[in-house]
């Protein structure tokens, strides 16, 4: 059974960092590309961040050059580090690997 078990999540302050972690299972991460998105109240969930198997990364223009994704394949796990935390960054953050999604970890920036 494929699980992505999402923490690090909280209430932070406006330029705090956070960093996530997604926990996988069940599936063969290295073979991988994993990502993170998010979604904010009425808002769609948008594509934040993604790395492959090679390492290759790309970011959602919002966040780029303050969030880092990260991965360590010995523990099956994706990181994502997230710098100058803004208000605008307030949201849900999920972990997704192809049609698997993770519970959801709450961010929440206060001004």
């Known amino acids: 059974q494929v699980q992505l078990v999402e923490s690090g999540g909280g209430l932070v302050q406006s330029g705090w960092p956070l960093r996530l972690s997604c926990a996988a299972s069940g599936l063969f991460f290295t073979l991988l590309t994993m990502a993170w998105y998010r979604q904010a109240p009425g808002m769609q969930r948008e594509l934040v961040s993604h790395?492959?198997?090679?390492?290759?990364?790309t970011y959602a223009d919002s966040v780029k050059g303050r969030f880092t994704i990260s991965r360590d394949n010995a523990k099956n796990t994706v990181y994502l580090q997230m710098n100058s935390l803004k208000p605008e960054d307030t949201a849900v953050y999920y972990c997704n690997s192809i049609d698997k999604w993770g519970q959801g970890t709450q961010v929440t920036v206060s001004a």
């Open positions: 790395i492959t198997i090679s390492g290759s990364t």
